[in-house]
C-alpha cells in the first residue's frame, strides 16, 4: 500500500503555530494542515503569548542566532505587504547595566549588517526624544543602546490578519481545548483528542501550545502510559503582568514619538522591564518586572506550573500587589511626571520557558510524529514572520546542525541562575490578603 499523504495538526494558534502553518500550506498548497485552538482566531481577546494589544520587534541580542533571526524576521516586516502594516519603526532606547550594548553592535558587525546603531553616555541620552526617559532609573547603567532600525508591532491585529492568510490559502482551523494526544499501536502519535472526546488525527502533530505545554504532556503521558513524554524540568510556564495608560490628548505629543525603552538588568537584580510607545489608541503600554510560575498538583502527586484554569487563565484578574508591581516600571521609566496616571488596564501574560531562554524546536523522543515548537520566553513573538520556516526544516530533518542543537528537546540545559528573565516567584505570593471569618 502507498504511504499516507503527510498531515499536519498543530496545536496552538500564536506566532509558532501560525507562522508553521503558513509555511507549510505556501510551500506544501495540497497538504491537510489544520490549527487546532481553545479560542477564535480572531476574538477579542485570548489566552495565547502571541495576542496582545503590541510587542517589541528588534534584532538587539547578545546572542549571535538570535541576531541574526530578529535582523531576518525585520526585513520581512519591513517589505513583505502581509505584514508590513503592523511594524512601527520607532527605533529603542536600551539602558545596559552590563556589556550588552558592546555585544549587540559587535554581533551586527559579525553579520556584515548596517543599522543606526551605537551605544552613548547615560548623560547624552537622558537629552534624546524630548527627555522622555530624562527621569528614568539609571543606577547602575554602563551606556545607553540606540538602534534606530528597532520598534514594535500591533501584534493581535497582526496576529488575526496572518491567521485570515493562512485560512484563505487552505488552512483549516478547529476551535476545541485538546485533552490529549493521540497514539497509534506502534506507539507513533497520530493525533489529539479534545476535551469533548473528538478525535483529530494527522500523520504529524506539532504542540505550539506555549504554556499549556507542561500540562498537556503530563495529561497525555498519564493516559497513555508513555512516561517520557513528560517534559520534567524543560519547560515551566511563567506569567507576566503588563499595565496600559490611556494618554490624554495634551499629553500625546511628548509621547507620541517615542522608542521603545527597555531598562536592562542582570540576573542577581532580576527581569528587564519594558516600555512600548502608544498605540492609535493613545494607550502607553509596560511590563513588570516579577516573573512567576503557578505550580499546580495537575495529577495525584503530579506537579507542573500551568496557567489557572478559570475561563481566559484568569489574564484579566490582577492582585493589587501585581498592579504595584506596574506602577513600579512605569516610575522606573518616567519618574515623578508617571505618580498621577490612572492605569486603565492590565492583563497577565503567560508563556512557556526554557532555562536558557532558547526556543524548543524539536522532535519529541517519546513518539515518532510528535513535534514541539514553542517556548517564546516572551521573546518569540518578533520572529513571527519566520519563525514557522524553522519549525518546517525541523519536520523535514533539514535544520542546520546549530540550530537543531540550540532547540533540541534532549539537550543539556544551563542552570537558571544566570537567566534574568526566568520564573522564580509564585503566583500564590502575590494574591490579595482576604480577611478571615
Given amino acids: 500500500m502507498a504511504a499516507a499523504q503527510p498531515s499536519y495538526i498543530i496545536v496552538g494558534a500564536g506566532v509558532f503555530g501560525v507562522s508553521t502553518a503558513l509555511h507549510l500550506i505556501k510551500k506544501y498548497p495540497q497538504a491537510s494542515v489544520t490549527i487546532v485552538d481553545r479560542d477564535q482566531h480572531d476574538a477579542d481577546t485570548r489566552v495565547a503569548a502571541s495576542w496582545d494589544w503590541n510587542k517589541v520587534v528588534r534584532a538587539d541580542y547578545d546572542d549571535v542566532v538570535y541576531c541574526q533571526l530578529g535582523i531576518e524576521a525585520q526585513d520581512v516586516f519591513k517589505s513583505d505587504p ?12 536600551w539602558t545596559c547595566r552590563d556589556d550588552y550594548a558592546d555585544a549587540v553592535i559587535g554581533n551586527y558587525h559579525k553579520l556584515g549588517r548596517k543599522a543606526d546603531l551605537k551605544s552613548i553616555p547615560v548623560e547624552e541620552a537622558k ?3 524630548g527627555g522622555v526617559f530624562g527621569d528614568a532609573d539609571y543606577n547602575g547603567v554602563k551606556s545607553v543602546l540606540i538602534n534606530k532600525t528597532s520598534g514594535w508591532a500591533a501584534a493581535g491585529d497582526c496576529l488575526r490578519a496572518v491567521t485570515k492568510e493562512a485560512l484563505r490559502l487552505g488552512v483549516k482551523y478547529v476551535v476545541a481545548e485538546v485533552a490529549s494526544l493521540l497514539f497509534n499501536e506502534d506507539g507513533s502519535c497520530g493525533g489529539v483528542r479534545t476535551i469533548g472526546g473528538t478525535n483529530i488525527e494527522a500523520t504529524h502533530t506539532i504542540l505550539s501550545t506555549g504554556a499549556y505545554t507542561p500540562k498537556l504532556l503530563e495529561l497525555s503521558a498519564e493516559e497513555s502510559g508513555i512516561t517520557r513524554l513528560r517534559a520534567g524540568d524543560r519547560i ?3 506569567g507576566i503582568t503588563t499595565g496600559m495608560k490611556v494618554l490624554d490628548e495634551d499629553e500625546l505629543p511628548t509621547y507620541a514619538a517615542m522608542p521603545v525603552g527597555v531598562q536592562g538588568y542582570t540576573a542577581e537584580l532580576g527581569p528587564f522591564i519594558g516600555s512600548l510607545p502608544p498605540t492609535k489608541d493613545r494607550q502607553l503600554k509596560w511590563w513588570g518586572q516579577t516573573i512567576f510560575k503557578n505550580t499546580t498538583e495537575v495529577l495525584p ?3 507542573v506550573s500551568a496557567p489557572p484554569e478559570r475561563p481566559e487563565y484568569n489574564q484579566w484578574k490582577i492582585s493589587k500587589k501585581l498592579k504595584k508591581d506596574i506602577e513600579h516600571a512605569r516610575d522606573v521609566f518616567y519618574g515623578t511626571k508617571s505618580k498621577s496616571w490612572k492605569m486603565e488596564k492590565h492583563r497577565i501574560c503567560w ?7 532558547d526556543f524548543i524546536i524539536s522532535p519529541h523522543s517519546a513518539a515518532k510524529g510528535l513535534y514541539v515548537a514553542t517556548c517564546g520566553n516572551f521573546h518569540g513573538w518578533k520572529f513571527f514572520p519566520i519563525i514557522g520556516k524553522y519549525v518546517m526544516q525541523m519536520i523535514e530533518g533539514s535544520l542546520s546542525t546549530e ?13 537558571p541562575k544566570d537567566f534574568a528573565d526566568y520564573p522564580r516567584h509564585e503566583l500564590r505570593d502575590f494574591e490579595d490578603n482576604r480577611a478571615k471569618l
Fill in 351 to 357: 508563556d512557556a520557558f526554557t532555562t536558557s531562554s
Fill in 403 to 415: 540550530l537543531a542543537d540550540k532547540w533540541a528537546w534532549d539537550r543539556e540545559r544551563p542552570d
Fill in 236 to 238: 515551566v510556564a511563567g
Fill in 127 to 129: 537629552k534624546l526624544h
Fill in 82 to 93: 502581509l505584514w508590513k502594516p503592523y511594524f512601527f519603526e520607532t527605533g529603542i532606547f
Fill in 301 to 303: 502527586g503530579r506537579h
